[in-house]
């Protein structure tokens, strides 16, 4: 924990989804799994695997491999099919909340078991700054960290829950972030445990003429 500021367009969104409203979406996310399986990521060069299991719905999904690094694609890299569209829920959130037209183009699912994590990075696979990331937690606590957009600026540590919504806008849109760790059993949602988390975003820049939400 630190006492400077954040960067400006972060915001944390506590319950944001009831425990019914987080129950549906688990419901949802288990039917775009069906049609797009979780893979196993790895990072481009030396190929090493993520911790994190991953899917996609929408019309563009964030994928990695040691041959093609990180990208965005129409396609499940190991089925080939279109990914499955966002559920409206999802849409509904971006809708009220990244006060950003148009809809989110990709929405990647990342699975995290109780050893998962993710190291501290930047979304900038992006064409679309303007608009917001928008994530949601469900599962499992964890431990999110969050920084500047220089790689050693001082990061802030919080807590995140099932149900809660995070939003990385304006001077936060390039923080460097990450998952530090997950806190088994403190969630009832999924019945095997683990953590998934939502995340939206813009891919290609806004079309001309487009509200601004
Ligand atoms: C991500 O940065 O892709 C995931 C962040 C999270 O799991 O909360
Ligand atoms: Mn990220």
């Given at each position: 924990?630190?006492?400077?500021?954040?960067?400006?367009?972060?915001?944390?969104?506590?319950?944001?989804?009831?425990?019914?409203?987080?129950?549906?979406?688990?419901?949802e996310i288990r039917t775009v799994v069906?049609?797009?399986?979780?893979?196993?990521?790895?990072?481009?060069r030396s190929g090493k695997e993520m911790s994190v299991r991953m899917t996609n719905c929408g019309d563009?999904?964030?994928v990695t491999d040691k041959e093609r690094g990180y990208r965005y694609q129409p396609t499940h890299p190991e089925t080939g099919a279109p990914w499955p569209s966002i559920p409206s829920s999802l849409l509904k959130l971006w809708k009220n909340e990244a006060q950003f037209a148009p809809p989110p183009?990709?929405?990647?699912?990342?699975?995290?078991?109780?050893?998962a994590k993710m190291g501290l990075h930047q979304d900038k696979d992006e064409q679309e700054f303007g608009a917001p990331v928008v994530?949601?937690?469900?599962?499992?606590?964890?431990?999110?960290?969050?920084?500047?957009v220089g790689r050693s600026d001082p990061t802030r540590s919080l807590r995140l829950s099932s149900g809660d919504v995070v939003i990385l806008g304006e001077q936060s849109r390039l923080a460097f972030?990450?998952?530090?760790?997950?806190?088994?059993?403190?969630?009832?949602?999924?019945?095997?445990?683990?953590?998934?988390?939502?995340t939206l975003r813009r891919v290609t820049p806004k079309p001309c003429g487009a509200q601004t939400g």
């Open positions: 924990m630190g006492s400077f500021a954040l960067p400006t367009g972060f915001r944390h969104l506590p319950g944001y989804f009831d425990r019914s409203a987080q129950e549906a979406l688990v419901a069906a049609a797009a399986p979780l893979y196993v990521p790895r990072m481009p563009l999904g964030w183009q990709a929405c990647l699912v990342n699975f995290y078991d109780a050893s994530s949601v937690s469900l599962g499992d606590d964890c431990l999110f960290r969050i920084g500047g972030h990450g998952v530090d760790r997950i806190y088994p059993g403190t969630s009832t949602l999924l019945k095997n445990g683990g953590r998934i988390n939502l």
